[in-house]
């Protein structure tokens, strides 16, 4: 029992991780369909401005509750406009072009931003500061769970909450889902595309850089490869979930760290990515769109 | 002062032209047809009024503005509203959602207000407002895609195609619905190939053919004219 609890703990805390940064795959891919391929890239570089701040300001007298704030804050606003300058500058002049070249241009920007994390912050692993929230643990039926999971499982939940409330109960969302189905009909109805477009660069980036930053603060590290191991598992997460599907972005996050956790907490830690990519393998052969996607509607 | 003045209109795509000079005018209050077969450049008219392909040459003035490089969210804000080909409504959102959507360029009371308007014209729709698009009947669809455009309380509304695909006694029911939306006074120009009702409906109508306007002339006359009758009406020249 404690097992089984202990790993429902680690999963959802790696799943709302996973569905964050998801969320940013699928709501671009919803409204272009295109795979931001830099994404993820985008997510890890949140997390190390995050760092920054947190290193930077060490000592300065500020509890790790506010610093931890502001370093959210800032790595949030920072990604989001690297969002939209990615959109301006990498998508946008491509609008018209094949698809292919928009994937060259997304696979050439995830290089960009990653090898200037390098450039900026070195090659190495950076250690993230271990005395910023409190190591309180508590302990149920013999698992423990931390503070930091609880912090990371409660923040999803209300982010996702948020963005499934704008998305499917204000005007601007419904205009985003009218022209992620069909964008021409979009214009007819008076809405921007263009409008649309630059939201979901800042809705998707700002989500993710608090998802790069739980990376970091959970797993306790940065290095600036991370954007294609964390995007890879998110990018999955939103196939699995059926891309293009916010809601489905979210299950498939939550899913893929359970299934993540399980396997590495009942069979081995060594197998557990063998094991989850199996039973992604088995659910996409059932269902090739994904649980809640649905083969292209709208489009003849 | 014309409504619409559509002057030597040149639309392409890649090097085929799809319209090779068309001109045309609409009277404010006037119910106007365009008529052709199919590829005669119909759709492509519509959707280069609404802003959604460029044109290389001519020009489109509406309630004197000239809108010929305008954007077609702005082209919504000056007053055309477009019911496209195939209805296009967003068929995984719900019938309500649509119908809001129609009227995103205006304020939450005027929506409220032309929404019951819309109800009140197509009850059928106010039954299923809460159903998804997608699930609606062909005939369904198309109300709720003339709805839609009429939430933008448009000073022009383009129709087109609005009897493709649909059953005659639906055909029939939307066709009524049509006067009654020209009865209160909203400028509506419409494509279609239902030659005969669209001549009913409208006062004055135009003949395209292959990206050319060949008649212009009153709907009665074009009624009683033999081409139209051979080439549109099955009858043959006596």
Redesign the interface.
Known sequence: MGTFIQQVFNGLTVGGIYALIALGYTMVYGVMRLINFAHGDLCILGAFIGLTLLTGAAGSGHSGAVLLLLAFVLAVVVIAIAGVVLELVAYRPLRKADRLSAVVSALGASLLIENSIMLIWGPDVHVFPADLLPATTWSVAGANITFVQVMIILSSVLLMAALYFFIHHT?FG??I??TA??Q??????????NQVILTVFVVGPALGAIGGLFVGIYYREAYFTMGWTYGLYAFIAAILGGIGNIPGAMVGGVLLGLFNAFAAGYISSSWQDAITFALLIAILLVRPTGLLG?PD??K? | MSLLVIQDLVVSYGQIEALKGVSLAVETGEVVAILGANGAGKTTLMRAISGLLPKRQGSIRFDGVDITRTSADRIVRLGIAQSPEGRRVFGTLTVEENLTLGGFTRSAPEIRQSLGAVFGMFPRLAERRDQLAGTLSGGEQQMLAIGRALLAKPKLLLLDEPSLGLAPIMVQSIFRSLREIAATGVTILIVEQNVRLALKLADRGYVLEVGRIVHADSAANLLASPEVQAAYLGKAHS
């Open positions: 005007r419904t205009a889902r009218a189905i069909d021409d009909t979009a214009k007819l109805m008076g809405i921007k595309v649905e509607a709208g003849v």
